[in-house]
């Protein structure tokens, strides 16, 4: 009895340590493996995958989303080590959720957009973790994947990657935090931190504290420049209409906030772009200036309603205010 005990408990110390050492080995295996690396070059797919991204996104075609995600997608199953087409898969997708207003009948399943985002975009930043747009865009679906999915740990961890990417490069990421948060209640502090960054954009844009009462930007046209970190806080070949589309959002989220007085000048700096006669959304910023008094409540609901009564943020132009042509 004795002996039968000894060997059973022989045997059972045996098992436990094939099991330890296999859970060993199987964490050792994936410590091990080799990370993915970028690629060198990019294949002729991607290259014409990329024609058809252009020209579906400046032509504001969102019915042709599902044409361009086709092809991108197919470019980067031949070669998934190209951060650009990651990105390009992940810009559809959140381009479709984000202007989900333009669906006659708004389906549960738009919020996989919020998720293949996400996955994408994570791609392009272990693939180029120096680019901090990509960043940006990744800390943004991280936390609408997390209230999506009520996963705090997954919101906080999207917050503090948004703070890592507007230290990167924060002519860019201030605007992509602040315009992101623009929905949040208008009572929360993430509203309120969400206007001081589209703010601090406009700071470190100028190089200047740009006057909180009366933001008249005309006198830092002449800074415009296609160099450097400061160049995106100007209009480009990516987003034709940056300028006008930055200057629309953050009117809006100061009439939220109950400042039509100071989103009024906001909105009219929008004029000073040179492009701003061909912008498609002319009429929608002139209907901004003279009903912002009237849009403070209308702002501040919850849902989205017709686009000359919602934010930016929720309307059929979220992502083409800037990038249309």
Same mark, same amino acid.
């Given at each position: 009895?004795?002996? %039968?005990?000894?060997?059973? #408990?022989?045997?059972? #110390?045996?098992?436990?340590?094939?099991?330890?050492?296999?859970?060993? /080995?199987?964490?050792?295996?994936?410590? +091990?493996?080799?990370?993915?690396?970028?690629?060198?070059?990019?294949? !002729?797919?991607? $290259?014409?995958? *990329?024609?058809?991204?252009?020209?579906?996104?400046?032509?504001?075609?969102?019915?042709?989303? =599902?044409?361009?995600?086709?092809?991108?997608? !197919?470019?980067?199953?031949?070669?998934?080590?190209?951060?650009?087409?990651?990105?390009?898969? #992940?810009?559809?997708?959140? @381009?479709?959720?984000?202007?989900?207003?333009?669906?006659?009948?708004?389906?549960?399943?738009?919020?996989?957009?919020?998720?293949? +985002?996400?996955?994408?975009?994570?791609?392009?930043?272990?693939?180029?973790?120096?680019?901090?747009?990509?960043?940006?865009?990744?800390?943004?679906?991280?936390?609408?994947?997390?209230?999506?999915?009520?996963?705090?740990?997954?919101?906080? %961890?999207?917050?503090?990657?948004?703070? *890592?990417?507007?230290?990167?490069?924060?002519?860019?990421?201030?605007?992509?935090?602040?315009?992101?948060?623009?929905?949040?209640? $208008?009572?929360?502090?993430?509203?309120?931190?969400?206007?001081?960054?589209? @703010?601090?954009?406009?700071?470190? /844009?100028?190089?200047?504290?740009?006057?909180?009462?009366?933001? *008249?930007?005309?006198?830092?046209?002449?800074?415009?420049?296609?160099?450097?970190?400061?160049?995106?806080? @100007?209009? +480009?070949?990516?987003?034709?209409?940056?300028?006008?589309?930055?200057?629309?959002?953050?009117?809006? &989220?100061?009439?939220?906030?109950?400042?039509?007085?100071?989103?009024?000048? &906001?909105?009219?700096?929008?004029?000073?772009?040179?492009?701003?006669?061909?912008? =498609?959304?002319?009429?929608?910023?002139? !209907?901004?200036?003279?009903?912002?008094?009237?849009?403070?409540?209308?702002?501040?609901?919850?849902?989205? #309603?017709?686009?000359?009564?919602?934010?930016? $943020?929720? +309307?059929?132009?979220?992502?083409?205010? /800037?990038?249309?042509?």
């Amino acid at each position: 009895m004795i002996l %039968q005990r000894v060997l059973r #408990g022989t045997l059972l #110390g045996a098992a436990l340590v094939i099991v330890v050492a296999a859970a060993g /080995c199987g964490r050792l295996a994936v410590w +091990s493996a080799p990370a993915k690396t970028p690629t060198a070059t990019r294949t !002729a797919a991607a $290259v014409e995958a *990329d024609k058809l991204f252009w020209k579906t996104l400046h032509a504001g075609a969102y019915d042709r989303i =599902p044409d361009a995600l086709t092809a991108v997608k !197919a470019a980067y199953l031949e070669n998934p080590r190209d951060a650009v087409t990651a990105a390009h898969v #992940g810009w559809l997708h959140i @381009w479709r959720l984000a202007e989900r207003a333009r669906q006659p009948a708004l389906r549960p399943d738009i919020t996989d957009d919020a998720v293949l +985002s996400r996955k994408y975009f994570e791609e392009a930043v272990r693939l180029d973790p120096g680019e901090a747009r990509y960043l940006g865009f990744y800390a943004s679906l991280l936390m609408a994947e997390g209230t999506i999915h009520k996963d705090e740990k997954m919101v906080r %961890q999207g917050f503090y990657a948004m703070k *890592d990417a507007v230290r990167a490069w924060p002519e860019f990421n201030y605007f992509t935090a602040g315009y992101t948060a623009s929905g949040q209640p $208008v009572e929360s502090d993430r509203f309120r931190e969400a206007v001081e960054q589209q @703010w601090l954009n406009l700071d470190v /844009c100028t190089g200047q504290k740009v006057d909180r009462v009366n933001p *008249d930007y005309a006198k830092y046209m002449p800074l415009e420049t296609k160099e450097g970190p400061r160049r995106v806080c @100007w209009n +480009s070949w990516i987003a034709p209409h940056n300028l006008e589309g930055f200057f629309l959002n953050f009117g809006d &989220m100061l009439v939220k906030a109950g400042q039509p007085d100071v989103a009024v000048p &906001m909105y009219r700096n929008a004029q000073l772009a040179r492009e701003y006669p061909t912008w =498609p959304y002319k009429a929608v910023l002139e !209907a901004r200036i003279r009903d912002a008094a009237k849009n403070v409540e209308a702002f501040r609901r919850t849902e989205p #309603g017709p686009d000359a009564a919602t934010l930016m $943020v929720r +309307s059929t132009f979220a992502c083409m205010g /800037c990038h249309q042509e």
